[in-house]
Every structure is written in structure tokens, then in C-alpha cells.
């Protein structure tokens, strides 16, 4: 017998992320100064960045799939974890826990994140999702002397785990009946024998659904987020909200639209009051928010729901819509925290968002660059919020779903009253004391990055279109 | 493309006329904040330029024709067929002249009551000037979307930060009023895309038919957004706030330009694009137009605060508008046009001289008021010629529009015809029982020894009196622009044939 060795070059990017995190994690040993192994995780990032252009392919029997769909979202990953990195060098400081673990942490979780992306196997898939979450659970938790950033933590892990036994369940059944793992066998054998209409399969796919939702925050699996996302530090936050968040899609547009694609009617019905759920409850809530933080956790919830809508068209024009949007989002949300990031400073947590008043007076770039990001997290033209609302609303129309659309651009403007009162606060209330801002040239330049972003995809959007367009052929 | 003129000019000129206020709101950006001087004269330096940048589409605009002008066209977003893609009509090129106008007179108005955040102010101007213009000359309806919408973020923050004491309500009641409308018709955008084929050009969406069902639907979604931005009665209650909130300049760009972009809508898109379900709504249409004529001009009746009135006053007057938009003949729609632009100079001017009095007594309380006419003759004489172009004076441009939209009224519906003139009786009543308020009767102490205009002012204010007299006596040099727009809109609107039957059989359908 000869032991072969698979050809690991389609899963290039993992495997020099999982070196650059374990030299990154022994690094933390012989440096003291946390920010050198800050910029040493980026360029490694970089470096795998350019590795994703490599090549595509399979590897260990289809259980890996490297593809433009996974490179689409990988590239949100990259974008997540560097932007996410350049906002936390000062604040980690801050807050007084510049621990070289953390980098290690947060690559690690985008390793997850990145095998989720690629998993053609349910068994890779909670694979990657663990390792993700685990991750996280620390990192949501990394503040140990605070006491909430512990319960964020807490609260977080027995939720989560608790969503990773519905994942299990659900894929234990998909298994008893169809006996295959990998999401192409499970179609086929579900096409083979007919099993549409089996009750078990669509159990399977409620919990699998069930799952899932915990990860994007959809309601009602979204308990646990406005806790966590408060309690998190707030670079954690800002980190979560989008990449776990995308790896969520990333799995649930695969497994859904490859595994489960001749059950399409069945998930998409279940799908379609998850959405209007996760809309209102995301929208509604947060109107009566006064934690910066609290309130874009719901905002979040809420843009799960927008995106919901491109996985409900279940074709690929939906698919290219959402990735389209959790691009932009990954822009405009990590921009929105790099303000946020900036207002805590020694002895005052700036988390309010009364301490936004007057903002504009004190502190004149800071203000225009958030107001930047609410317009554009409102979807008002020409920010990129709107281009991804665009995009995902003509897709869902497009397959046939214009009422469901109405109801979203109803909550979109409702949307508009909590994003317009923090432009509110700060444009048209006088400062009541003065807000000290922590400054600094890595988070300066991950507002840089994020505000040219926004008004550029908002003006010339064709880049991203043609990448998410040619990223989903032939999916 | 056949239904298009090439701009033939030396340079884009849309496209300038667009982008220089932009271009100077970068200037205002890159200048120091304690040179407040300077950001004034960029401000005004701008409007100036892009004013007489403008001027060749009065002077160069071929009346003959209906089609589209100064057109440029560049592919923007291939993935969705989307264009930039610009040109103007008889219908809209006096709306990007009346906005280039307005600019300067809102920068010369704002000179010396604007006393915080001069920089961000003068640089919201120009950016809601901007986006104005765009609306007026997008010939691809994302590109329309994209500037009606943009609109918004400036005029929100115009209102808000510099507006009066109740401005946070007023600026919040303003952008999520015409957020919602604008939304509906976002899917109302995407919805015809989709069927045209995925083209967003409007000219190609004008060529094709669409499913009277369809049709219906779409015009209650524009309706949404035009309607609220007219105002018509009943969405129309964001309007008195947000005008009398709002600072002098802000009150006049919404009431001189902002608010026409709702009845542009109707024009550009709602009748020529859905032509069926606009002659059956007429009847919907002119009773909402009726109603608002007379709602608005009784509200006026019993208002005590200066702005307030005037701002009820668009509703009323605006009501005219759409009653002649929906009259759907020449008379009425030619009457309609004309009675936006008199209502942007006329209401524009009175907002302009309630912010002149105002910088001097800080109150817009009409009892505050009384005798003006002692104190400040030339500031009376002035609002005197408005008052009256208000009412619809012979010899004011007040009376061509309203004469003219009556008389398409009175052709499409005698009854409307006759309520409508109704509005023009109580609007005398309330604007001279102001002006008698205002100028005659016992001076107020708190007015005594007010200094008159000054050369600022009258400046501001001349351009709009001159107006007021030039299309009072000959409005042939304005009508001239809409005749052959208007007629090929109207062979459009009552084209299509179908039968009476098949209407209600569709409207029944809706209804269900």
C-alpha cells in the first residue's frame, strides 16, 4: 500500500494561515511589543491574500472545495481580519490586554472561517464552524477583568454550543438517511430515492436552518448577539459581525443550495418569515437602543435579514447579491466600530450614544467619517449600502418575491430613524463635555480603507459586481 | 438613438453644471475654517459660475423639438445596463436654470445670518444644489435615484443643524416621510427593469407598453414618492414643519426646486411610462389636487406664524399644480409646468424676504409684526409684488399659470374647475389680511427702527421680481420652451387605447 499524498495546493491559503497563526502564537513568547506581531499577522494575511488568486480545485474527495465562491468570501475574511486587526492595536492597548494571544486568536477563527467556506462535507463544515467559534468565545471574552465581557463570553459559548448541537443533530439525520456527508452524494441520494417530502430530511434541514441562523444572528436564534456584541471588546465586535457572520452565509447558500437543492420550496418557505422576522425584530429594536454597540448588534441582525432575501431566491444571481452585500457590509460596518473604537479612551467607555453629541464640533473628521457609515448602513445612495440593498432587492424581485421586497424597504426606512439619530447627536446637539478621542495611525488608516471603500463601491460599483458575478460561475 | 440630441457645445454642459458645485464645495472643504470670508465667496463664486455655465441652455435650446438635449451619455455599471446618461426637455430646462438661480440667492441670503459651521453650510448647499440638477437631467432612472436620494443627506443636515428651535423633529419628519416614498419607488425602479428587458433608460422604457395591472401598482409606488415630495394632500405634513424649521436658504431650496422634483416625477415618469393608469387615477388625482388646494388655503386662515403660512401656502398652490398635471390637456399640464417654476420664484422670494425680517427680530410670529411699511418701504414694496404674483394678479406670472391650469381644469372636470377657484379667492384673503398684518395697522414696538434692505438683499430679491414681471407679460419666452415637450407628452398619455371597460375591469382587480 502507498500512502499518496493528496494534492494540498487548492488549500493553499488555509494552510499558510494556520502556519502564519502558530508562528504568530510563538512569536508572542520572544516579543514584547505586541504591535510588531500586529503587523507581522497582517502581512501574512496579505501574504495568503495572494495566494487566493492560486489554484482552484478539490482536495481529500471533494470534502474541500476551493472555487471563486469560496475565494469570493475568503476575500471578505482577509478584509475582515485586516481591518479588524488595525483597529484593535490601540484599543487592545487601551484596554489594557495587549496580549499577543489575541492575533493568534482571530487568526485562528478566520482559518474556521475559511474552511467553512470551502466545505463540500458536512463533516468539514462543523469542523471549520468550531474552530471559528471557539475562537471567538475567547476572543468575545478577552477583557478578564470585565465583568461584562466575560458574560458576553459565557453567554456566547453555552448558546453557541448549544446551536452546535442542533448542527449535529441535524446533520446525524441527514446522515441516517441518505448515508453520505458530502453535499453532493446527499442531493443525489435525495434525488435517487425521492426523499423531498420526507419529514425527517426537512427536520434535518430545520435544524440545520436552526444553526445557521445562530451564526448570522437571525431571529429568533439572535439572543445571544446584543449581549455579546455589547459585552465584546469592541474590536471583537467589530470582527464578528462580519466574519462569522459571512461564514454563516457562506455555509447555509452551499449546503442549501448544492445539499438541499431539490428541497428548495421547503427551505425557502422557512426561510421567508425567518427573514421578516430577523427584519423587524433587527429594525424595531434597535430604535430604542442607547449603547452604540447594542444598537448596531441589532442593526446587524437586521442586515442578516436583508441578506436573507438573496439566499430566499435560492439561484445564483441570489447568491452573487448576498456575497455583493456582505462585502460591502465588511466595509461599512468595520468603519462604523473604527469610530466607535476611537471615542474609548483612559477611564471613559464612550459606548453611549449621548457621547456622540456634538461630535461634529470637537471633532469635525471623525463625525463626517460616521456619518459616512450610517448613511450608508441606512442604504442611501451613493454610499455602497445602497448598491448591496440594490442588488439583493433586484434579485428577489427578479425571482418573484416583490411583496417580500416591500416589506424589506419599509424596514429599511425604519432603519433610517436609529442610523439618522447618531448623525443626529452629532451634528445637531451642542458637545456637553469634551469627548477625547483616541487616535492612531493603524486605526486612521482602517478608516482610510473602509470610508474610500464605501463611496467608491457606492459610485463604481462595477468592480465588485463583475468579482462577485465571475466568483459565482459555475457554482 | 433617435430621441436624443447630442450636446453640441464646446463642453458638457450638464455635466458641468452638475459637478461645479461639487467642485466647490471641495474648494470650501480644503479651505481653512477661520476664514469664514473666503468659504462665502467660493460659495458664491461657484453659484455664479455655474449659473452662467447654465445660461446656454436658455439660449441655445431648440424649441422645435421634443426630444431630449445637451445630451451626454457614458456606459457607468455594465453589469446592470446602467448609463450615465444626461439631457434635458422643455420640461425640465427651466428647472436646472430656476436651480442654478436659486443657489446664488441662497448663498446671498445666508451671508450673514449662517453664524456656525459656516464651512459645512455653504458646502451642504452646494451639494444639494448639485444633486437638485442631477434630478432635473438623468435620463437613467438609477442615475435619478441615485441624486434624488443623495438629496436628502444635505437638505437633512441643512435643516437640522442650522434650522429653529423645533428642527431635530422637523429634519427627522422630513427625511423618513420622503425615505418611505422614495423606497416604494425603488421597487417600483426595479420592478420596470426588470420587465423592460434590464434597461434603466428611461427613453427605452417610454417605447414599450406595460400590463395595466402592472401599471397600477407602479403608479401607486411613484405616487408614494412624488406625491409626498409635492406635497399633496394628505402626505403633506411634513412640509410645514420642515419649512418653517428650516433656515432661510433651506426653506427657500425647498420650496423654490425641492419640492417640484414631485411634480417633475409625475411628469417624466408617472404619465409618460404608465399612460393608462394615469388617465384612470385622473379622477383620484384631481380630488387630491382639489382638496389640497382648499385645505391649504383655509390652514393659512388660521395660522399665527409667518413661515408656517406661507409653507401651507405651497400646498395649496402646489395643489394647482398637480390639478393641471392631471388635467391631463395642453392648457393644464403647459399651466402646470409654468405654475412650478412662478411657485419657486414667487414662494422662493416670499421665504427670502420672511428671512430678511427675521434676521432682524428673530420672531416669525405675525403679531410680532405690524406697520412694517413705515419702517421698511423698499422691503414692503418688494413683498408687495410677491404678495400679489401670490394671489394671481393680472400682469404677475402668478396669473398666466393659475389662468392657464384653470382652464384645463375647468376642460377636464367642470367641478374641479370650479373648487379650484375657490382656492384662489381664500388665497387672497390670507395673503392681503398678511400683508395688512404685516406692513399696515399700528407699528409694533419690536419693529421700530428695523434698518431697511440692504444691497445684499435687494440683490437676492431683484432676479425673482424680475421674474415675477417677465412672465407676467410675456410668458411666451417660457412657454416657448414647453409647447412641443408637452404635446408629444400628451400624444403619449392618450395613446394606448384601451378600452374603458378594461380600466375598471383593472382597477376592480387592484381593489381585490
Same mark, same amino acid.
Given at each position: 500500500?502507498?500512502?499518496? %499524498?493528496?494534492?494540498?495546493?487548492?488549500?493553499?491559503?488555509?494552510?499558510?494561515?494556520?502556519?502564519?497563526?502558530? %508562528?504568530?502564537?510563538?512569536?508572542?513568547?520572544?516579543?514584547?511589543?505586541?504591535?510588531? %506581531?500586529?503587523?507581522?499577522?497582517?502581512?501574512?494575511?496579505?501574504?495568503?491574500?495572494?495566494?487566493?488568486?492560486?489554484? /482552484?480545485?478539490?482536495?481529500?474527495?471533494?470534502?474541500?472545495?476551493?472555487?471563486?465562491?469560496?475565494?469570493?468570501?475568503?476575500?471578505?475574511?482577509?478584509?475582515?481580519?485586516?481591518?479588524?486587526?488595525?483597529?484593535?492595536?490601540?484599543?487592545?492597548?487601551?484596554?489594557?490586554?495587549?496580549?499577543?494571544?489575541?492575533?493568534?486568536?482571530?487568526?485562528?477563527?478566520?482559518?474556521?472561517?475559511?474552511?467553512?467556506?470551502?466545505?463540500?462535507?458536512?463533516?468539514?463544515?462543523?469542523?471549520?464552524?468550531?474552530?471559528?467559534?471557539?475562537?471567538?468565545?475567547?476572543?468575545?471574552?478577552? +477583557?478578564?477583568?470585565?465583568?461584562?465581557?466575560?458574560?458576553?463570553?459565557?453567554?456566547?459559548?453555552?448558546?453557541?454550543?448549544?446551536?452546535?448541537?442542533?448542527?449535529?443533530?441535524?446533520?446525524?439525520?441527514?446522515?441516517?438517511?441518505?448515508?453520505?456527508?458530502?453535499?453532493?452524494?446527499?442531493?443525489?441520494?435525495?434525488?435517487?430515492?425521492?426523499?423531498?417530502?420526507?419529514?425527517?430530511?426537512?427536520?434535518?434541514?430545520?435544524?440545520?436552518?436552526?444553526?445557521?441562523?445562530?451564526?448570522?444572528?437571525?431571529?429568533?436564534?439572535?439572543?445571544?448577539?446584543?449581549?455579546?456584541?455589547?459585552?465584546?471588546?469592541?474590536?471583537?465586535?467589530?470582527?464578528?459581525?462580519?466574519?462569522?457572520?459571512?461564514?454563516?452565509?457562506?455555509?447555509?447558500?452551499?449546503?442549501?443550495?448544492?445539499?438541499?437543492?431539490?428541497?428548495?420550496?421547503?427551505?425557502?418557505?422557512?426561510?421567508?418569515?425567518?427573514?421578516?422576522?430577523?427584519?423587524?425584530?433587527?429594525?424595531?429594536?434597535?430604535?430604542?437602543?442607547?449603547?452604540?454597540?447594542?444598537?448596531?448588534?441589532?442593526?446587524?441582525?437586521?442586515?442578516?435579514?436583508?441578506?436573507?432575501?438573496?439566499?430566499?431566491?435560492?439561484?445564483?444571481?441570489?447568491?452573487?447579491?448576498?456575497?455583493?452585500?456582505?462585502?460591502?457590509?465588511?466595509?461599512?460596518?468595520?468603519?462604523?466600530?473604527?469610530?466607535?473604537?476611537?471615542?474609548?479612551?483612559?477611564?471613559?467607555?464612550?459606548?453611549?450614544?449621548?457621547?456622540?453629541?456634538?461630535?461634529?464640533?470637537?471633532?469635525?473628521?471623525?463625525?463626517?467619517?460616521?456619518?459616512?457609515?450610517?448613511?450608508?448602513?441606512?442604504?442611501?445612495?451613493?454610499?455602497?449600502?445602497?448598491?448591496? /440593498?440594490?442588488?439583493?432587492?433586484?434579485?428577489? +424581485?427578479?425571482?418573484?418575491?416583490?411583496?417580500?421586497?416591500?416589506?424589506?424597504?419599509?424596514?429599511?426606512?425604519?432603519?433610517?430613524?436609529?442610523?439618522?439619530?447618531?448623525?443626529?447627536?452629532?451634528?445637531?446637539?451642542?458637545?456637553?463635555?469634551?469627548?477625547?478621542?483616541?487616535?492612531?495611525?493603524?486605526?486612521?488608516?482602517?478608516?482610510?480603507?473602509?470610508?474610500?471603500?464605501?463611496?467608491?463601491?457606492? %459610485?463604481?460599483?462595477?468592480?465588485?459586481?463583475?468579482?462577485?458575478?465571475?466568483?459565482?460561475?459555475?457554482? | 438613438?433617435?430621441?436624443?440630441?447630442?450636446?453640441?457645445?464646446?463642453?458638457?454642459?450638464?455635466?458641468?453644471?452638475?459637478?461645479?458645485?461639487?467642485?466647490?464645495?471641495?474648494?470650501?472643504?480644503?479651505?481653512?475654517?477661520?476664514?469664514?470670508?473666503?468659504?462665502?465667496?467660493?460659495?458664491?463664486?461657484?453659484?455664479?459660475?455655474?449659473?452662467?455655465?447654465?445660461?446656454?441652455?436658455?439660449?441655445?435650446?431648440?424649441?422645435?423639438?421634443?426630444?431630449?438635449?445637451?445630451?451626454?451619455?457614458?456606459?457607468?455599471?455594465?453589469?446592470?445596463?446602467?448609463?450615465?446618461?444626461?439631457?434635458?426637455?422643455?420640461?425640465?430646462?427651466?428647472?436646472?436654470?430656476?436651480?442654478?438661480?436659486?443657489?446664488?440667492?441662497?448663498?446671498?441670503?445666508?451671508?450673514?445670518?449662517?453664524?456656525?459651521?459656516?464651512?459645512?453650510?455653504?458646502?451642504?448647499? =452646494?451639494?444639494?444644489?448639485?444633486?437638485?440638477?442631477?434630478?432635473?437631467?438623468?435620463?437613467?432612472?438609477?442615475?435619478?435615484?441615485?441624486?434624488?436620494?443623495?438629496?436628502?443627506?444635505?437638505?437633512?443636515?441643512?435643516?437640522?443643524?442650522?434650522?429653529?428651535?423645533?428642527?431635530?423633529?422637523?429634519?427627522?419628519?422630513?427625511?423618513?416621510?420622503?425615505?418611505?416614498?422614495?423606497?416604494?419607488?425603488?421597487?417600483?425602479?426595479?420592478?420596470?427593469?426588470?420587465?423592460?428587458?434590464?434597461?434603466?433608460?428611461?427613453?427605452?422604457?417610454?417605447?414599450?407598453?406595460?400590463?395595466?395591472?402592472?401599471?397600477?401598482? =407602479?403608479?401607486?409606488?411613484?405616487?408614494?414618492?412624488?406625491?409626498?415630495?409635492?406635497?399633496?394632500?394628505?402626505?403633506?405634513?411634513?412640509?410645514?414643519?420642515?419649512?418653517?424649521?428650516?433656515?432661510?436658504?433651506?426653506?427657500?431650496?425647498?420650496?423654490?426646486?425641492?419640492?417640484?422634483?414631485?411634480?417633475?416625477?409625475?411628469?417624466?415618469?408617472?404619465?409618460?411610462?404608465?399612460?393608462?393608469?394615469?388617465?384612470?387615477?385622473?379622477?383620484?388625482?384631481?380630488?387630491?389636487?382639489?382638496?389640497?388646494?382648499?385645505?391649504?388655503?383655509?390652514?393659512?386662515?388660521?395660522?399665527?406664524?409667518?413661515?408656517?403660512?406661507?409653507?401651507?401656502?405651497?400646498?395649496?398652490?402646489?395643489?394647482?399644480?398637480?390639478?393641471?398635471?392631471?388635467?391631463?390637456?395642453?392648457?393644464?399640464?403647459?399651466?402646470?409646468?409654468?405654475?412650478?417654476?412662478?411657485?419657486?420664484?414667487?414662494?422662493?422670494?416670499?421665504?427670502?424676504?420672511?428671512?430678511?425680517?427675521?434676521?432682524?427680530?428673530?420672531?416669525?410670529?405675525?403679531?410680532?409684526?405690524?406697520?412694517?411699511?413705515?419702517?421698511?418701504?423698499?422691503?414692503?414694496?418688494?413683498?408687495?409684488?410677491?404678495?400679489?404674483?401670490?394671489?394671481?394678479?393680472?400682469?404677475?406670472?402668478?396669473?398666466?399659470?393659475?389662468?392657464?391650469?384653470? =382652464?384645463?381644469?375647468?376642460?377636464?372636470?367642470? =367641478?374641479?374647475?370650479?373648487?379650484?377657484?375657490?382656492?384662489?379667492?381664500?388665497?387672497?384673503?390670507?395673503?392681503?389680511?398678511?400683508?395688512?398684518?404685516?406692513?399696515?395697522?399700528?407699528?409694533?414696538?419690536?419693529?421700530?427702527?428695523?434698518?431697511?434692505?440692504?444691497?445684499?438683499?435687494?440683490?437676492?430679491?431683484?432676479?425673482?421680481?424680475?421674474?415675477?414681471?417677465?412672465?407676467?407679460?410675456?410668458?411666451?419666452?417660457?412657454?416657448?420652451?414647453?409647447?412641443?415637450?408637452?404635446?408629444?407628452?400628451?400624444?403619449?398619455?392618450?395613446?394606448?387605447?384601451?378600452?374603458?371597460?378594461?380600466?375598471?375591469?383593472?382597477?376592480?382587480?387592484?381593489?381585490?
Amino acid at each position: 500500500m502507498t500512502l499518496q %499524498i493528496p494534492d494540498l495546493s487548492p488549500m493553499m491559503p488555509e494552510l499558510l494561515m494556520t502556519a502564519l497563526a502558530l %508562528i504568530v502564537l510563538l512569536l508572542d513568547l520572544l516579543i514584547r511589543k505586541k504591535e510588531v %506581531i500586529a503587523l507581522i499577522s497582517m502581512a501574512g494575511v496579505a501574504l495568503v491574500a495572494f495566494y487566493l488568486f492560486g489554484p /482552484k480545485g478539490t482536495a481529500f474527495g471533494n470534502m474541500f472545495i476551493s472555487d471563486g465562491y469560496s475565494t469570493f468570501f475568503k476575500l471578505i475574511f482577509v478584509v475582515n481580519v485586516i481591518l479588524s486587526v488595525l483597529i484593535s492595536i490601540k484599543y487592545i492597548a487601551v484596554e489594557g490586554v495587549n496580549y499577543g494571544e489575541y492575533y493568534a486568536l482571530i487568526l485562528f477563527s478566520t482559518i474556521g472561517m475559511m474552511i467553512m467556506a470551502s466545505a463540500g462535507d458536512l463533516i468539514v463544515l462543523y469542523l471549520g464552524l468550531e474552530l471559528m467559534a471557539l475562537s471567538t468565545y475567547v476572543l468575545a471574552g478577552f +477583557i478578564r477583568h470585565d465583568i461584562k465581557s466575560n458574560e458576553a463570553a459565557l453567554k456566547y459559548f453555552l448558546l453557541g454550543a448549544f446551536s452546535s448541537a442542533f448542527l449535529l443533530y441535524g446533520i446525524s439525520l441527514v446522515y441516517g438517511l441518505t448515508g453520505a456527508t458530502d453535499l453532493r452524494g446527499i442531493a443525489a441520494f435525495i434525488n435517487e430515492r425521492g426523499l423531498n417530502e420526507n419529514f425527517s430530511l426537512l427536520l434535518s434541514v430545520i435544524f440545520l436552518t436552526v444553526a445557521f441562523g445562530f451564526k448570522i444572528a437571525a431571529a429568533p436564534f439572535h439572543m445571544w448577539a446584543p449581549d455579546v456584541y455589547e459585552g465584546a471588546p469592541t474590536s471583537i465586535t467589530a470582527f464578528m459581525s462580519v466574519g462569522p457572520k459571512a461564514a454563516g452565509f457562506a455555509v447555509l447558500g452551499r449546503v442549501f443550495m448544492i445539499a438541499f437543492a431539490s428541497v428548495k420550496v421547503d427551505w425557502a418557505h422557512i426561510l421567508i418569515p425567518l427573514s421578516i422576522l430577523t427584519m423587524a425584530v433587527g429594525n424595531i429594536v434597535a430604535l430604542s437602543q442607547t449603547n452604540i454597540k447594542r444598537m448596531l448588534a441589532y442593526s446587524s441582525i437586521a442586515h442578516a435579514g436583508y441578506a436573507l432575501l438573496g439566499i430566499i431566491t435560492a439561484n445564483n444571481e441570489g447568491l452573487a447579491s448576498v456575497m455583493n452585500y456582505l462585502m460591502i457590509y465588511a466595509f461599512m460596518n468595520i468603519g462604523a466600530f473604527a469610530v466607535i473604537v476611537m471615542l474609548r479612551s483612559e477611564g471613559f467607555k464612550g459606548e453611549s450614544i449621548y457621547d456622540y453629541e456634538g461630535l461634529s464640533k470637537t471633532h469635525p473628521l471623525a463625525a463626517v467619517l460616521m456619518l459616512i457609515f450610517m448613511f450608508s448602513l441606512t442604504g442611501i445612495p451613493p454610499t455602497a449600502g445602497f448598491i448591496g /440593498k440594490l442588488y439583493v432587492f433586484m434579485s428577489a +424581485i427578479n425571482a418573484g418575491y416583490t411583496w417580500l421586497v416591500v416589506v424589506a424597504v419599509i424596514f429599511s426606512a425604519i432603519s433610517a430613524y436609529f442610523y439618522l439619530r447618531v448623525v443626529m447627536y452629532m451634528y445637531m446637539r451642542e458637545p456637553k463635555e469634551t469627548v477625547k478621542l483616541t487616535t492612531s495611525f493603524s486605526n486612521g488608516i482602517a478608516l482610510g480603507i473602509t470610508a474610500v471603500a464605501v463611496l467608491f463601491i457606492g %459610485i463604481m460599483p462595477s468592480y465588485l459586481l463583475d468579482l462577485a458575478k465571475a466568483a459565482i460561475k459555475g457554482f | 438613438m433617435e430621441q436624443v440630441i447630442m450636446n453640441q457645445l464646446g463642453y458638457p454642459i450638464l455635466s458641468t453644471v452638475i459637478f461645479l458645485p461639487v467642485f466647490g464645495a471641495l474648494l470650501i472643504l480644503l479651505n481653512r475654517r477661520s476664514w469664514e470670508l473666503l468659504t462665502k465667496w467660493i460659495a458664491l463664486g461657484t453659484g455664479i459660475a455655474t449659473f452662467l455655465l447654465s445660461a446656454p441652455l436658455f439660449t441655445n435650446f431648440d424649441m422645435s423639438t421634443h426630444k431630449m438635449q445637451f445630451a451626454e451619455r457614458h456606459i457607468w455599471i455594465p453589469d446592470w445596463n446602467i448609463n450615465y446618461f444626461l439631457g434635458v426637455d422643455g420640461i425640465s430646462v427651466l428647472f436646472v436654470l430656476l436651480s442654478t438661480l436659486t443657489a446664488i440667492v441662497c448663498v446671498l441670503i445666508s451671508w450673514d445670518s449662517i453664524k456656525t459651521k459656516v464651512k459645512e453650510f455653504y458646502i451642504a448647499i =452646494l451639494l444639494t444644489t448639485s444633486f437638485m440638477i442631477g434630478v432635473f437631467c438623468s435620463l437613467d432612472f438609477f442615475l435619478f435615484y441615485l441624486f434624488w436620494e443623495a438629496m436628502l443627506i444635505p437638505m437633512f443636515l441643512i435643516i437640522g443643524v442650522w434650522g429653529g428651535p423645533n428642527r431635530i423633529y422637523a429634519a427627522i419628519k422630513f427625511f423618513l416621510y420622503t425615505l418611505v416614498g422614495s423606497v416604494l419607488m425603488l421597487v417600483g425602479i426595479i420592478v420596470l427593469y426588470l420587465y423592460s428587458g434590464k434597461t434603466f433608460n428611461i427613453l427605452e422604457m417610454m417605447t414599450m407598453t406595460y400590463p395595466l395591472t402592472m401599471q397600477m401598482w =407602479l403608479f401607486w409606488a411613484f405616487f408614494a414618492a412624488f406625491a409626498v415630495k409635492v406635497p399633496m394632500w394628505p402626505v403633506h405634513t411634513w412640509l410645514p414643519d420642515a419649512h418653517t424649521e428650516a433656515p432661510t436658504a433651506g426653506s427657500v431650496i425647498l420650496a423654490a426646486v425641492l419640492i417640484k422634483m414631485g411634480a417633475y416625477g409625475f411628469l417624466r415618469f408617472s404619465l409618460p411610462l404608465l399612460p393608462e393608469a394615469s388617465r384612470a387615477m385622473t379622477p383620484v388625482m384631481l380630488t387630491l389636487s382639489v382638496i389640497g388646494i382648499i385645505y391649504g388655503a383655509v390652514i393659512c386662515l388660521a395660522q399665527t406664524d409667518l413661515k408656517r403660512l406661507i409653507a401651507y401656502s405651497s400646498v395649496s398652490h402646489m395643489g394647482f399644480v398637480t390639478l393641471g398635471i392631471f388635467a391631463l390637456n395642453i392648457q393644464g399640464l403647459e399651466g402646470g409646468v409654468l405654475q412650478m417654476l412662478n411657485h419657486g420664484v414667487v414662494t422662493g422670494a416670499l421665504f427670502l424676504s420672511v428671512g430678511i425680517v427675521y434676521d432682524r427680530t428673530h420672531t416669525r410670529k405675525i403679531a410680532d409684526y405690524g406697520g412694517l411699511a413705515s419702517v421698511m418701504p423698499i422691503y414692503s414694496s418688494f413683498f408687495m409684488v410677491f404678495t400679489l404674483a401670490a394671489i394671481g394678479l393680472p400682469a404677475t406670472n402668478g396669473f398666466i399659470g393659475e389662468f392657464l391650469i384653470l =382652464l384645463g381644469g375647468f376642460t377636464a372636470s367642470k =367641478l374641479a374647475g370650479v373648487l379650484a377657484s375657490t382656492g384662489i379667492i381664500i388665497g387672497a384673503g390670507y395673503m392681503l389680511w398678511l400683508y395688512q398684518r404685516i406692513f399696515f395697522m399700528e407699528t409694533n414696538k419690536k419693529v421700530v427702527g428695523l434698518p431697511d434692505m440692504n444691497v445684499r438683499e435687494t440683490i437676492s430679491l431683484i432676479p425673482m421680481l424680475l421674474l415675477v414681471f417677465w412672465i407676467g407679460v410675456y410668458p411666451n419666452s417660457f412657454l416657448g420652451f414647453l409647447h412641443a415637450s408637452v404635446q408629444h407628452l400628451l400624444e403619449r398619455v392618450n395613446t394606448g387605447g384601451i378600452q374603458e371597460a378594461n380600466i375598471a375591469k383593472a382597477i376592480v382587480e387592484v381593489v381585490r
